[in-house]
């Protein structure tokens, strides 16, 4: 065997090795039935994780949107949590008042995102003076990896799944053992 051959045999098998890991990495969600799951891969970034899932009405419209993105950290990397989520809802208010919308949002308070503690703010969109959508922005930091979570549905929509994403926000097991 020679030398450029051993060495594609054994990044070969480093690759096979690494690939439980990487899929071991990833969140694991357990989706309640009717959701629509994505997994959405971060092809200029494999550090980041996301996951997308929806719960369409009868006609398939979305009356509920949950998204959790995972991004791997340097150990020693300290998040600034309170500012992340500021800078979430600074985003979320500018984009839509681009369209017309306006926006009031909770202030920024303590939360749980699992079993990890977290920070959060929920903003009520509306669109001359009717209430159209609300939307929850969540995030939560571990040593090594940082998570957002932002869920958000149409008026009816959101009140009628909030529950069911509290339940999967509940469940999620973000520390690593």
């Keep these: 065997m020679t030398f450029a051959n051993c ?11 690494a690939a439980p890991l990487a899929l071991a990495d990833e969140i694991i969600i357990t989706w309640p039935a009717g959701w629509e799951v994505e997994s959405l891969p971060d092809t ?9 899932a929806a719960f369409n009405d009868a006609n398939g419209d ?15 990397h300290q998040v600034n949590l ?23 949002c909770t202030k920024v308070h303590d939360a749980r995102l699992g079993d990890i503690a977290a920070v959060e703010t929920t903003c009520k969109i509306s669109l001359n003076g009717g209430h159209v959508m609300t939307q929850t922005l969540v995030a939560a930091s571990t040593t090594g990896a940082a998570y957002s ?27 690593l053992p």
Excluded at 149 to 175: F, K, M, N, T
């Design 7 to 17: 060495r594609c045999t054994l990044l070969a098998l480093g690759l096979l090795l």
């Design 44 to 52: 200029a970034n494999a550090a980041v994780h996301r996951q997308r």
């Design 62 to 76: 979305p009356q509920m949107v949950v998204e959790l993105t995972r991004t791997a950290l340097a150990a020693d």
């Design 82 to 104: 309170g500012g992340v989520v500021l800078e979430m809802r600074k985003a979320l208010q500018v984009n839509f008042s681009h369209g017309g919308y306006q926006s009031v």
């Design 149 to 175: 979570l932002s869920y958000a549905g149409s008026a009816q929509g959101y009140e009628a799944h909030v529950a069911e994403v509290q339940a999967i926000r509940d469940g999620l097991r973000l520390q």
